[in-house]
């Protein structure tokens, strides 16, 4: 399996912005559309966006839309997430994940996790 780091995360106030970062630790990580998801304690882990193996085709969950946007650079087997105008919703530990939107939960590889909290 690639093994995947998230990084980026952190505090920041509502209407912020954080880049996340996704690094993978194998070549073929160009070949798989990538996926993050989020988890907040009370609930279950939340699809938010993905993105395919090439870049050119990016989804989000309607909450985000707008808001968040996916890129990828395979050359350096990293995947970001950009999320602007933050809200206190979007408070959770984002994992990103190997797969797409249709099938991440089959590949069952994500990060350890970076967490994000918006707050004043």
């Known amino acids: 399996q690639v093994q995947l780091v998230e990084s980026g995360g952190g505090l920041v106030q509502p209407g912020g912005s954080l880049r996340l970062s996704c690094v993978a630790s194998?070549?073929?990580?160009?070949?798989?559309?990538m996926t993050w998801v989020r988890q907040v304690p009370e609930r279950g882990l939340e699809w938010v966006s993905s993105?395919?193996?090439?870049?050119?085709?990016?989804k989000f969950l309607d909450s985000v839309k707008g808001r968040f946007t996916m890129s990828r650079d395979n050359t350096e087997k990293t995947m970001y997430l950009q999320m602007n105008n933050l809200k206190p919703e979007d408070t959770a530990t984002y994992y990103c994940?190997?797969?797409?939107?249709?099938?991440?939960?089959?590949?069952?590889?994500r990060g350890q996790g970076t967490q994000v909290t918006v707050s004043s």
């Open positions: 993105i395919s193996f090439d870049g050119r085709r990016q």
């Open positions: 994940a190997q797969g797409g939107q249709r099938d991440w939960r089959q590949y069952d590889n």
């Open positions: 194998a070549a073929y990580f160009s070949f798989y559309d």
